[in-house]
């Protein structure tokens, strides 16, 4: 049974960081691409980070580009986000996704601001 069990959100404080993390299991972890997606309030969801199989290519949106690192441990079949310099619209729910042969999503995690 593959799952993706995302942890580690909390409150957006503006000027502060997080760590998200994405514990995988039940899929050969290192032949997926890793992604994390977002959804706000009333929008769409929209991609954040990606990260290939081996970590050898990372993009990231514009808008957290340059704020967050996403990372990937092989491992440990976790994939990592990095978030620094948060912004009150950072606020949404946080999704990991693993991407090969089939297309994997974990259940969400709520990163909400702390006003």
């Known amino acids: 049974q593959v799952q993706l069990v995302e942890s580690g959100g909390g409150l957006v404080q503006p000027g502060g960081s997080l760590r998200l993390s994405c514990a995988v299991s039940g899929l050969t972890f290192r032949l997926y691409t890793m992604s994390w997606y977002r959804q706000a309030p009333g929008k769409e969801r929209e991609l954040v980070a990606v990260?290939?199989?081996?970590?050898?290519?990372?993009n990231y949106a514009d808008s957290v580009k340059g704020r967050f690192t996403i990372s990937r441990d092989d491992g440990k079949n976790n994939v990592l986000l990095k978030m620094d310099s948060l912004k009150p619209e950072d606020t949404a729910v946080y999704y990991c996704?693993?991407?090969?042969?089939?297309?994997?999503w974990g259940k969400g995690f709520l990163v909400t601001d702390s006003s």
């Open positions: 990260i290939t199989k081996g970590g050898g290519t990372k």
């Open positions: 996704k693993a991407a090969w042969n089939s297309v994997c």
